[in-house]
């Protein structure tokens, strides 16, 4: 009669598999959106701050550099000067978005391969699920056989 047992052991197997893989799933979902409200904080709130910064301090040193009696002209120094801000300026803006980009994608693989753990728990549970339903079934044709050689049912 260990076939019942395993017919048990069986379904369990297959509802522990389905829980965990609703676990993941739940935890995917959250670093998804977690991963969704990074991005758009950034392009939200983030970037336009530091392009503000930026323009704050180009406009901090325009100033400046207008202070000192220079002249601002294509080709002299203090216009050079303003050219090599603005050229670090977009270098640093175009950093930022990459990293932004770089970290978008780093979330989404670790959410994916949360995805991923669920998918290899709700199969690890139908594995085993078909294994205790294989020895249920020999467990059946185990006790059919003694049952027909000894003319009675054995259990």
């Known amino acids: 009669m260990s076939f019942i047992g395993n017919i048990a052991a069986a379904q369990t197997a297959k509802a522990i598999g389905n829980y965990n ?25 983030e970037r336009p701050k530091l392009i503000d910064d930026q323009e704050f301090l180009y406009d901090d040193f325009f100033v400046n550099a207008l202070r000192t009696g220079a002249e601002f002209r294509p080709g002299e120094t203090t216009w050079l000067v303003a050219l090599r801000n603005k050229q670090k300026m977009a270098l640093d803006l175009s950093m930022a978005d990459y990293n932004k980009e770089t970290q ?22 139908l594995m085993t699920a078909q294994a205790e339903y294989m020895k249920a079934g020999a467990s059946l044709l185990t006790m059919g056989y003694r049952s027909y050689d000894a003319g009675r049912l054995v259990l």
């Open 21 to 45: 893989k609703r676990v993941y799933d739940e935890q995917y979902k959250y670093e998804t959106a977690k991963a969704e409200a990074k991005a758009k904080f950034y392009d939200k709130v």
């Open 104 to 125: 978008r994608i780093d979330d989404m693989n670790v959410a994916l391969m949360t995805k991923a753990r669920g998918e290899g728990e709700r199969y690890k549970g």
